[in-house]
């Protein structure tokens, strides 16, 4: 069963891709679009959700959206002309950290996609490429909250704690303006939607070939969340600015 559809379905109830709850996500954009905002940039932005939450609260807002999945961007157009903001989103099946653009950005957003950067400063550096002038950026990575067993390094990435995780953003030329750690409620209930909701799927539906693969994967995931991550891992979502000295 294919990764993708994998993940399709299992965000089928939290198609927010991330350990937020919808209060989180409006106020992280409020405060990354702020009122001045007219173009906003997701780089790996799935399905689209952002964006479109975006355009439905901003109405003189355009965005644009790069992910590599076809059938992603295709739910990011179907929601969009659903709730009627398709005219204003423009969407483009590319490598994230390969997209190119004449047009800057007043918020450059990359929320739980820094794995195709190549970590949290390489998805800064590419969303300054795309920055307008007095911009910011958003971005979503995750962190340790204590230390890790080497399984949940090797699962998850070699993260650092939470004021490492900024000092390293600071240093390299960025300041915060907002930020949110997620709460425990965000990050379990984004793990229980995730395996339940797939797990609900494969019981829905026995005589889909992917049925007990589905429900394996359901199975797996909890395991590895309640076994081995879930104390020590935590979500990070920040606000940034550029420091007009390009350094602090």
Known sequence: MRRERISQ?????HPVASPLGDESVRRLLERGLGD??????????????WLVRALVTYPRLRAVGVDVSESALTRARHTAQILGVADRLDLHQADAADFTSTQLFDLVLSVGAAHAFGGLLATLAAAREHLAPGGRVLAGDGFW???????????LGDFTDLATTVDRVTVDGWI??????????????????????LASWALDHPGDPDSSHALAAAATHREEWLRVYREAFGFVCLVLRRNSEGSV
């Open 145 to 155: 909250e204590r230390d890790p067993s080497p399984d949940a390094v090797e699962m």
């Open 36 to 49: 001045e905002a007219r173009h906003v940039l997701d780089l790996g932005c799935g399905s689209g959700e």
């Open 9 to 13: 379905l299992a965000h089928a109830h």
């Open 176 to 197: 915060p303006v907002y930020g949110h750690v997620s709460t425990r409620h965000e990050l379990d209930a984004y793990e229980w939607d995730w395996t339940g909701t």
